[in-house]
T-cell receptor, first 116, second 111 residues
Framework: GAVVSQHPSRVICKSGTSVKIECRSL??????MFWYRQFPKKSLMLMAT?????????EQGVEKDKFLINHASLTLSTLTVTSAHPEDSSFYIC????????????FGEGSRLTVL | QKEVEQNSGPLSVPEGAIASLNCTYS??????FFWYRQYSGKSPELIMS????GDKEDGRFTAQLNKASQYVSLLIRDSQPSDSATYLC???????????FGGGTRVLVKP
């Protein structure tokens, strides 16, 4: 399957700081990437759809000014958590669809954010 | 009502037995369905995809789809301790659309 790489895998930051998470498609071009968030023992919640060269589409209830998404190239999307607070601590996972496939999503390794 | 529903478990299965996981969905327009396995602290990995009514087998895994009943299932034959994980069911309206995930079923395979 397609390879999606995410970095960093773990990050600890202080309240009020901003954290950037990168998501790369390694062996294919992804015009669309998806950002999910997962709390412990809960399922994945879609935060936003990242579109190359245009604005991201955010799900209802997700603050676009809080979670900045940039998809500047066909292989890279970034999620920036701005002015992070302890309640933003979560597992953030990006995903992309192999354009040669049939709709399956392939996930990055995930980034565990801890805000102190 | 959640769009994709799964029993949270845990589903406890002896090693070598068959694990049977169920998933129902509410959106009749859904066309594609996926099963992902997620180990604790890791991201999901795709196990199976199914698009047509009936069964689809891949190794020890069999996915079953019944669109009339809005029901998807996953069977794991000859369960191994390494199969212990959370299994996520996902539905998609059409290729290219977002996936909607169920809450996941935790499976424990006991030696």
């Amino acid at each position: 399957g397609a390879v999606v790489s995410q970095h960093p895998s773990r990050v600890i930051c202080k309240s009020g700081t901003s954290v950037k998470i990168e998501c790369r498609s390694l062996d294919f071009q992804a015009t669309t990437m998806f950002w999910y968030r997962q709390f412990p023992k809960k399922s994945l919640m879609l935060m936003a759809t990242s579109n190359e060269g245009s604005k991201a589409t955010y799900e209802q209830g997700v603050e676009k000014d809080k979670f900045l998404i940039n998809h500047a190239s066909l292989t890279l999307s970034t999620l920036t958590v701005t002015s992070a607070h302890p309640e933003d601590s979560s597992f953030y996972i990006c995903s992309a669809r192999d354009p040669g496939g049939s709709g399956e999503l392939f996930f990055g390794e995930g980034s565990r954010l801890t805000v102190l | 009502q959640k769009e994709v529903e799964q029993n949270s478990g845990p589903l406890s299965v002896p090693e070598g037995a068959i694990a049977s996981l169920n998933c129902t969905y509410s959106d009749r327009v859904s066309q594609s369905f996926f099963w992902y396995r997620q180990y604790s602290g890791k991201s999901p990995e795709l196990i199976m995809s199914i698009y047509s009514n009936g069964d689809k087998e891949d190794g020890r895994f069999t996915a079953q789809l019944n669109k009339a009943s809005q029901y998807v299932s996953l069977l794991i034959r000859d369960s191994q301790p390494s199969d212990s994980a959370t299994y996520l069911c996902a539905a998609q309206r059409a290729a290219g659309n977002k996936l909607t995930f169920g809450g996941g079923t935790r499976v424990l395979v006991k030696p």
